[in-house]
């Protein structure tokens, strides 16, 4: 089992900024992709951006050019910086990681990140 803790989330103006953090702890070996969700309220849950180890990072179009997502392989954590929030942004964000070979799926409990205009 993976464990996943988010931290960082909060309240913003628009226009400001913020930075998410993922802490992965438990059995963290072969993690393969690690990344961000978002849910707003009666939305779906939608993938921000991930990274696999190793790999390039991918973004949702509309987060490409504010969001910046890195990863630490050896801390197993990953964190996502995000600058110039608007109040689309707003939403509940859960961190994600994923074992490709076995399908294995884990989810944090998510951190608000409220975006006032």
């Known amino acids: 089992q993976v464990q996943l803790v988010e931290s960082g989330g909060g309240l913003v103006q628009a226009g400001g900024s913020l930075k998410l953090s993922c802490a992965a702890s438990g059995s963290t070996f072969s993690i393969d992709d690690m990344g961000w969700y978002r849910q707003a309220p009666a939305k779906q849950r939608e993938l921000v951006a991930s990274?696999?180890?190793?790999?390039?990072?991918f973004y949702t179009d509309s987060v490409k050019g504010r969001f910046t997502i890195s990863r630490d392989n050896v801390k197993d954590a990953v964190s996502l910086q995000m600058n110039n929030l608007k109040p689309e942004d707003t939403a509940v964000y859960y961190c994600?990681?994923?074992?490709?070979?076995?399908?294995?799926?884990?989810w944090g409990r998510g951190t608000q990140v409220t975006v006032s205009s």
């Open positions: 990274i696999r180890r190793g790999g390039s990072p």
């Open positions: 994600n990681a994923r074992r490709f070979a076995s399908g294995q799926i884990y």
